[in-house]
């Protein structure tokens, strides 16, 4: 194939996946009289956003007195202050519109007697700068992410937002300049490669937890925004932080609410003990998730796991009354029985801590464009969602912030676009002459390949090794070993070999494009966490422990700064952290306690 | 559409799904208990496939009754599913 054989589609504005971010943003381009292309891996209401239970923070106030600065302080408080000041200001006083404006697209929130919308509590949500808690959750039951996506296609459809769906986006296109041009997608029913060439290209891609061996995400989530970023030269912030639950189930990854541990369940290593108990001698198994997570880690890195690789432990709730079972955890004890196999009132449930959430991504300002390390935006570029870095979620999320993170950024990059379209900062550039060249070589490379590795050992060689060497809980040489080991995963994923070379709904070839994804995501992650000697939010390290001159282990003088991982050399910078919000004074450093 | 065309796009809808678990039960699925079903079952789980999470979860959790016997057939085997 050469470039002229790939057909060019034209579009004002391309936006990369279709979950809450990128339906969002699409609101805005479409009914802001864009042409609009949306692609998406699947049909959008199947986008992961719909897993999101626990609902969206805003502080309407409807149940009890709230502000949006109060949000905002929590928020600082939860990223472990790497959050950008600005950017968490702004999201945290938009959040009352953009709920609101949902409200209107027809979300069914769940409403109080007179009819507002209801507010629950949630871990973290404070009122007066970290006084007591506050009900800032907005929910509709336990659906709010569906209903929030089913709410937000409705209205791209009534605006007349074209999608492309089962399209996989391959790759960016950016000419010397630098300037994003638009991408380059294959259509998985044809096998047909084109190019979407845009004045302006969004992504909202989500996040790519399935870098990790165990994970609550969805398959889906392979990072391939991240991906794309990257071989486009473009750097990827502070992909260190990533936050982990305790209790996922062993291999599968499904989570095992905390809610299993309140009735009373019970963490056990190989010898039948009650680990926790010297861990935490007085909340023991219901210690907070980090110190679960750590505890659980070192009984496996100290040989007292379990089963065959001794790689997990128990979660034991066969003291409890089956009855109690039955009636308090009925969906725990299917989720076991369908997912470990096992029930757990004869047996107990193995489980490991398990990657949820990415913090980092794609460095942007609060308008979603995405900005070069000097800050200066990249021309016809913008990102929203998971896959996106504001910073608004800092060294760790706070509960509920990312679907709000989906609505006011997705909503924000909307807005910007439509400005740099109207004031024509950014137009359709020419695209140069290569501009598929490097796609084109990796498909054909990827048909040629003969002798090479297999997709999916390849990707379970990269997740054990992201879960061992780059877990909840890290260790210095575990971390150097890592990136050791990435590098020769690299050259086996440079290598991948598929027996399918056939155009129409090649599955196997799909799966090859998505690891060439992970391994970016996972190799930024390794090389960034090794570098950060301190430990901060999610990213904790044994030898950086709590001491009284760096207390919970964080070192403000060296370390108060953002990653930026560039693909080229796998080379790390740093840059500051936003410390001025927009209107408000500064929320100064301050050891995060609980 | 060929049938490895017809098999690898239903492997798409089974394990590229919005929620982890159906992707491990849906791909479980459709590698050992897919390839013995008979026409009119393979035709139930197909539709199946085509339903979105959150109307399939109930089915299979058994809070809501399904449309017909086929399918209720094809749920009973979707619960019976375990992943290692
Ligand atoms: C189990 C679970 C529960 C959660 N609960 C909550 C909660 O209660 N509250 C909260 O605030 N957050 C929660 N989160 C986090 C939150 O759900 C996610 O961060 C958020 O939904 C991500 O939305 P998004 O729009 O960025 O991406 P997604 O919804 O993941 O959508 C990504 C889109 O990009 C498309 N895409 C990806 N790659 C490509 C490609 N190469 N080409 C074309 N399209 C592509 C996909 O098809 C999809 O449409 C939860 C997460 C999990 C895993």
Same mark, same amino acid.
């Given at each position: ?31 802001? #009289? ?93 009122? =007066? ?17 569906? @209903? ?62 399935? *870098?990790?061996?165990?994970?609550? =995400?969805?398959? *889906? ?42 009735? #009373?369940? *019970? ?64 969906? *725990? ?34 308008? $979603? ?63 140069? @002459? ?36 780059? $877990? ?9 070993? $890592? ?8 050259? @086996?994923?440079?290598?991948? %070999? ?69 693909? %080229? ?26 | ?6 098999? !690898? ?6 394990? &590229? &799904? ?18 013995? /079903?008979?026409?009119?079952?393979? +035709?139930?789980?197909?539709? /199946? ?9 109930? /089915?299979? !959790? ?10 209720? +057939? ?11």
């Amino acid at each position: 194939m050469s470039n002229s054989s790939i057909p060019v589609r034209k579009f004002d504005a391309v936006i990369v996946g279709a979950g809450g971010s990128g339906l969002r943003a699409a609101i805005q381009l479409s009914e802001g #009289g864009l042409k609009t292309a949306v692609l998406s891996k699947v049909f959008p209401t199947r986008s992961h956003t719909v897993a999101a239970q626990g609902g969206v923070s805003a502080s309407l106030g409807n149940s009890e007195e709230d502000h949006w600065h109060w949000h905002m302080y929590d928020t600082v408080k939860g990223s472990d202050w790497l959050g950008d000041q600005d950017a968490i200001e702004y999201m945290c006083r938009k959040a009352p519109e953009v709920v609101v404006e949902l409200e209107h697209f027809g979300m069914p929130f769940d409403r109080t007697d007179e009819g507002k919308i209801y507010q629950r509590p949630f871990g973290g949500h404070m009122s =007066n700068f970290g006084e007591k808690p506050v009900r800032r959750a907005c929910a509709a039951a336990d659906r709010t992410g569906h @209903a929030m996506l089913h709410a937000l296609y409705q209205r791209n459809v009534r605006a007349n937002t074209q999608f492309f769906v089962e399209w996989m986006a391959l790759d960016l296109i950016r000419d010397e300049s630098g300037q994003v041009l638009g991408v380059i997608a294959l259509e998985m029913e044809t096998g047909e490669v084109v190019a979407f060439h845009a004045k302006a290209t969004i992504f909202a891609t989500g996040g790519a937890g399935r *870098i990790y061996y165990s994970s609550t =995400n969805a398959f *889906i989530n392979t990072g391939d925004g991240l991906g794309m970023a990257a071989r486009a030269g473009i750097a990827l912030e502070d992909m260190e932080f990533w936050q982990f639950h305790p209790t996922g189930v062993a291999g599968a990854g499904v989570l095992i609410t905390e809610g299993v541990r309140g009735e #009373g369940g *019970i963490l056990r290593n190989s010898d039948n003990e009650r680990f926790m108990e010297r861990y935490a001698p007085n909340a023991k198994d219901l210690a907070s998730r980090d110190v679960v997570s750590r505890a659980m880690v070192t009984e496996i890195n100290e040989g007292r796991g379990c089963g065959p690789n001794k790689d997990f432990v128990l979660l034991d709730i066969t003291h409890l009354d089956p009855a109690t079972i039955m009636k308090r955890l009925p969906g *725990i004890r299917e989720i076991s029985i369908q997912f470990a196999g096992i029930d757990p009132i004869q047996a107990p449930i193995p489980v490991v801590p398990t990657c949820h959430y990415q913090m980092g991504g794609i460095p942007t300002n609060f308008k $979603g464009q995405v900005v070069a390390p000097d800050g200066a935006p990249v021309k016809g570029f913008y990102a929203a969602g998971e896959v996106a870095c504001a910073s608004v979620h800092g060294a760790n999320r706070l509960g509920t912030n990312s679907l709000l993170d989906l609505l006011v950024f997705g909503k924000s990059s909307g807005d910007s676009v439509i400005e740099d379209v109207a004031s024509g900062a950014v137009v359709h550039q020419d695209l140069p @002459a290569d501009f598929a060249d490097r796609t084109l070589a990796r498909l054909n490379r990827l048909n040629t390949q003969t002798g090479g590795s297999n997709v999916n050992e390849t990707r379970l060689e990269l997740q054990r090794t992201m879960q061992k060497h780059c $877990g909840v809980f890290r260790f210095k040489e575990m971390l150097v070993e $890592g990136v050791a080991k990435i590098v020769e995963i690299e050259k @086996a994923v440079a290598r991948t %070999e598929i027996k399918d070379k056939s155009q129409v709904w090649n599955t196997a070839r799909v799966e090859a494009l998505e690891l060439d994804n992970l391994i970016e995501v996972a190799k930024a992650t390794l090389v960034s966490a090794e570098a950060r000697k301190e430990s901060r939010g999610a990213h904790v390290r044994d030898d950086a422990p709590d001491t009284p001159e760096n207390p919970n282990g964080r070192d403000d003088a060296n370390w108060h700064k953002h990653t930026l991982w560039q693909r %080229e050399g796998s080379s790390l910078s740093y840059k500051p952290v936003t410390m001025t919000p927009l209107t408000v004074e500064t929320i100064a450093l301050k050891t995060r306690s609980y | 559409m060929d049938e490895r065309e017809r098999i !690898n796009r239903l492997r798409w809808r089974c394990t &590229r &799904r919005a929620m982890l678990e159906m992707d491990l039960l849906l791909g479980e699925f459709l590698e050992r208990i897919f390839p013995t /079903l008979g026409p009119a079952q393979a +035709e139930a789980f197909i539709v /199946l496939a085509d339903m979105e999470d959150l109307e399939l979860w109930p /089915l299979i !959790n058994g809070s809501r009754e399904c449309a017909d016997p086929v399918q209720a +057939e094809v749920v009973a085997l979707l619960r019976d599913v375990r992943v290692k």
